[in-house]
RNA sequence: GGUGGGGUUCCCGAGUGGUCAAAGGGAACAGACUGUAAAUCUGUCGGCGUAGCCUUCGGAGGUUCGAAUCCUCCCCCCACCA
């Protein structure tokens, strides 16, 4: 093999796109493979495909997924090809990456459900109209036994089981089922089926795209080469973002949502949002940096700017000034919120209510503020209820609808009460 | 297939006949404090217009005045042996 020499105008580009695909990037394996084979797409001006596979075991894509799909949109602005892989097979078997325990499984209506919001807040993010989408179902409907036979021969027992996820569950005593043991080949035979040279994924799925170069090869195609993203910890602070440990932040919300959660997470997780979530300069990183280790200056402005930035993202311009307004509102100077859910005496009366001895246990039910009346009566006994600025401690409290009423419950459940 | 150990409220886990809506911890929620968050302290943490009732301890039956606790059958998990 003779080595090829590269003209100035290839290695301008390959040097700059290599720039921009590398920032925020954990690993990239192998790199010389890598940097081969994004050579060879600048010159045969054929683009890379760039793959990432998502299971719609959720309705909604969080701030956590954004890493992936914001990586992607650069590949797309580069000029390459997304391939997006939408799991509704594998979906149904749960990765059991960083998992403890089984997922638990999702009916099929559930999950074409789940793809369909699914995509539509992709877009949010990449453009359409340079995106290929497949589901896996496309190919693995259609393999018989023979195949899967086939495709499980490829690996082995010992190497599915020398996985954190796997052995740390078979030392403790948790259950694994047979079928997670195949997740990892499913995942890697999507590539197999989609030709993918890149694949995207967070750290902890570098197994699973380490065994798409395993599978490819055996398949006889040229393996792909593998990037991993960090992960992004929660809004609680302690664990992975993720929408079953309810900790997540949806680009789907309502920005006053976006603002909010932002704003609860711990105050050293701000850096790692910026530097994951958003798409803020590395110089204005480095001053977030410095303003976040001086101890003099309050990090909650800086917070706020996360939170104002991150809602401009997935909302129309201005959407997050707006947002940081209202919070201020509502939080810092407790006032009233500028828009809340309003109730009428017609709905009331539709409530089964009297609007002329309002009882406010059931009120609170019926309007959705409180889960059960129980958990109204202890709120209210808790101090946590106020009627017009007025705390309310009787639980048997009733009053006539006489005048506009603000019902508060918590900190954040507002309720306008209108008369007739 | 055999032997042994298990399945308890959102999670972990105590509970072996009444005093059990079920200890303790975590999570969550509310209150105080505050600079958003955290920390700390306090309270709540099945349902019902608060009154005793109703539903809950893998499932179905049964024993008993009374069952998470005892019996029978079934389902599921784990370990070891084969």
Redesign the pocket.
């Known amino acids: 093999m003779t080595e090829k020499t590269v003209s100035p105008d290839t290695q301008k580009e390959l040097d700059r796109q290599l720039r921009i695909l590398s920032r925020g990037v954990v690993e990239l394996l192998p790199r010389e493979e890598f940097i081969t084979k994004l050579q060879r797409a600048i010159e045969e001006r054929r683009p890379l495909r760039v793959k990432q596979g998502f299971d719609p075991t959720a309705p909604d894509i969080h701030l956590g997924h954004t890493i992936g799909v914001r990586k992607l949109r650069q590949f797309q602005e580069l000029g390459h090809k997304i391939v997006l892989i939408v799991g509704d097979y594998t979906a149904m078997v749960g990765d059991p990456s960083g998992q403890s325990a089984t997922r638990p499984k999702l009916s099929y209506d559930e999950i074409m459900k789940n793809a369909e919001t699914y995509q539509k807040q992709f877009f949010k993010i990449l453009d359409k109209s340079k995106t290929e989408i497949h589901f896996n179902g496309e190919w693995f409907r259609k393999m018989d036994f023979v195949e899967i036979m086939n495709l499980a021969t490829r690996f082995t027992v010992a190497r599915l089981l020398e996985r954190d996820d796997f052995s740390i569950r078979?030392k403790s005593?948790?259950?694994?089922s047979l079928h997670e043991l195949f997740y990892p080949l499913m995942q890697a035979y999507d590539s197999v089926a989609i030709k993918a040279d890149v694949e995207l994924g967070a750290t902890e799925q570098t197994f699973n795209l380490l065994a798409g170069r395993t599978i490819q090869e055996a398949y006889g195609l040229e393996p792909q080469c593998i990037l991993t993203l960090p992960i992004l910890i929660g809004v609680?602070?302690k664990q992975r973002m993720s929408k079953s440990l309810g900790n997540y932040i949806g680009i789907d919300e309502p920005p006053g949502e976006i603002f909010g959660k932002v704003?609860?997470?711990?105050?050293d997780l701000i850096y790692d949002y910026f530097e994951l979530a958003t798409d803020v300069s590395l110089e204005r990183l480095q001053q977030i940096k410095q303003v976040l280790s001086d101890s003099n200056i309050?990090?909650?402005d800086t917070?706020r700017e996360l939170a104002e930035t991150l809602v401009d993202m997935y909302h129309p311009a201005g959407s997050g000034r707006l947002a940081r307004e209202e919070f201020d509102r509502v939080?810092?100077r407790k006032l009233l919120p500028n828009e809340m859910p309003k109730v009428g005496p017609n709905e009331l009366v539709a409530f089964g209510?009297d609007p002329k001895?309002v009882?406010l246990?059931?009120l609170m039910?019926k309007a959705g503020l409180t889960?059960?009346?129980?958990?109204a009566?202890?709120?209210i006994?808790?101090?946590?209820v106020s009627l017009d600025d007025e705390k309310i401690t009787d639980?048997?409290y009733?009053f006539e609808l006489a005048k506009e009423t603000v019902l508060k419950?918590?900190?954040?459940?507002f309720l306008k009460l209108m008369p007739a």
């Open positions: 078979l005593g948790v259950p694994i609680d602070g704003m609860s997470i711990p105050d309050n990090p909650m917070k939080f810092s209510l001895a009882y246990v059931h039910t889960r059960s009346n129980s958990e009566r202890k709120l006994e808790a101090g946590g639980s048997n009733e419950v918590g900190k954040r459940r």
